[in-house]
């Protein structure tokens, strides 16, 4: 096979395959994943791309074994990550839990698509969103990050490797079918303009390093496996050593740090998008293929004069707390619109605290919101 490294210039794909890119331009050099629509794409093209830039590809049995497969690619110094939907997604979690235990850097995408269960394969859906933030057991933090368009899918990817190095996290990009099918220019950039985040190595000696002991970020250095240096990994609560401690003490101590690397660092992390808050009486705050149909209606609602402004979650976990407890205080209501049945808006709720009321635009999956359904529900939050 011909080799070749990442693709520079403009390129007419979908947000599937630009995850892919996304991925290689990130550094990505080993993918293990198993087919599901409507993200069998993602491997695909990382079946055929990989090869060309001296990475592996691996399909594996189930989805249990490639979220594994990546945490052991991650531990042995390369960049790693998988793609899938719906029930794959839910057999990942545990993996994803191991994950997050072992501070292990990787990213996971989810192309979502309509369930319970198999659900629509082949339809789109937003109903993974709650599962993301807590589909694993125990307290934890995770990030993910929601892409509305092919460009942004190859963006996200990148920016999801850069916080995964940089937080030992794996990291979500929860993109949805629309976004995942839907085929528009996606531009490249050579790869020296493309700011990536290295993997944080040990300063100390192999005899005086442990692997879990954090810097003053709450982040430990990682060494590579075969770099001589010693550690242990395991999924019980452990030590700065990785070894066992069964003490109710070293739980409190490792599961705060594990919450707090990413709560204290949430103004680096969270990214959102605001347009004409200041001076809005109606905000609608959405995210991924619905924020694209909630702007056609924003602009609709603001030609019959309602003042109505635009808040894009583009990071939704860790979720924007402090930013939608400011706006609550200065307008009259949130509309939500989600393809499912409440769940984002669930948060926008919490957070507003009652100070504004919280109106969610409800759609099962399958297909993305018309825009009379989140106007008609403007104009109700104005009444």
């Known amino acids: 096979m011909s080799r070749r490294g990442p693709l520079v210039g403009e390129f007419f794909m979908?947000?599937?395959?630009?995850?892919?890119?996304?991925?290689?331009?990130?550094?990505c050099r080993f993918f293990a994943g198993y087919p599901i629509t409507p993200a069998t794409e993602v491997?695909?093209?990382?079946?055929?791309?990989?090869?060309?830039?001296?990475?592996?590809?691996i399909q594996m049995e189930d989805e249990l074994a490639s979220m594994n497969a990546i945490l052991g690619a991650?531990?042995?110094?390369?960049?790693?990550?998988?793609?899938t939907s719906g029930p794959g997604f839910s057999?990942?979690?545990?993996?994803?839990?191991?994950?997050?235990?072992?501070?292990?850097?990787?990213?996971?995408?989810n192309i979502q698509r309509a369930g319970p269960s198999t659900g629509l394969p082949t339809l789109t859906g937003q109903g993974d969103m709650m599962q993301a933030r807590w589909g694993s057991h125990g307290c934890y933090g995770i990030i993910a990050l929601s892409p509305t368009s092919p460009q942004e899918c190859y963006q996200h990817t990148i920016k999801a490797f850069n916080l995964s190095e940089k937080y030992r996290i794996p990291v979500l990009v929860m993109a949805d079918e629309i976004v995942g099918h839907m085929g528009e220019k996606v531009v490249i950039p050579p790869p020296e303009d493309i700011p990536l985040t290295p993997r944080r190595k040990p300063t100390v000696s192999p005899e005086e390093y442990l692997p879990y002991k954090p810097d003053a970020d709450l982040i430990p250095p990682m060494a590579n496996a075969g770099e001589g240096y010693r550690f242990h990994v395991t999924g019980l609560t452990h030590d700065e050593r990785g070894y066992p401690v069964m003490t109710a003490e070293a739980q409190d101590r490792l599961?705060?740090?594990?919450?707090?690397?990413?709560?204290?660092?949430?103004?680096?992390?969270?990214?959102?998008?605001?347009?004409?808050?200041?001076?809005?009486?109606?905000v609608v705050c959405s995210y991924g293929i619905s924020a694209r149909v909630s702007q056609f209606a924003v602009e609709r609602a603001r030609d019959e004069g309602i003042k109505v402004g635009m808040l894009r979650l583009v990071t939704v976990w860790p979720f924007p707390e402090e930013t939608?407890?400011?706006?609550?205080?200065?307008?009259?209501?949130?509309?939500?619109?989600?393809?499912?049945?409440?769940q984002i808006a669930l948060e926008v709720e919490r957070c507003a605290g009652g100070a504004a009321n919280t109106i969610l635009v409800p759609h099962m999956g399958g297909s993305a919101h018309r825009p009379e359904t989140i106007i008609d529900a403007i104009r109700r939050a104005v009444r």
């Open 324 to 342: 939608i407890r400011k706006i609550a205080k200065r307008i009259k209501a949130f509309v939500v619109p989600e393809i499912n049945c409440g």
């Open 255 to 282: 599961v705060r740090r594990l919450v707090d690397k990413i709560e204290k660092n949430k103004a680096d992390i969270i990214e959102i998008e605001e347009d004409g808050i200041d001076g809005a009486d109606v």
């Open 91 to 109: 057999l990942m979690m545990e993996n994803l839990g191991l994950g997050i235990m072992l501070e292990t850097p990787c990213v996971l995408v």
């Open 43 to 57: 491997a695909e093209r990382m079946s055929s791309r990989l090869p060309e830039v001296g990475g592996i590809y």
């Open 74 to 83: 991650s531990w042995a110094g390369v960049k790693a990550m998988t793609a």
């Open 14 to 27: 979908n947000g599937d395959i630009a995850c892919a890119e996304g991925g290689i331009s990130a550094g």
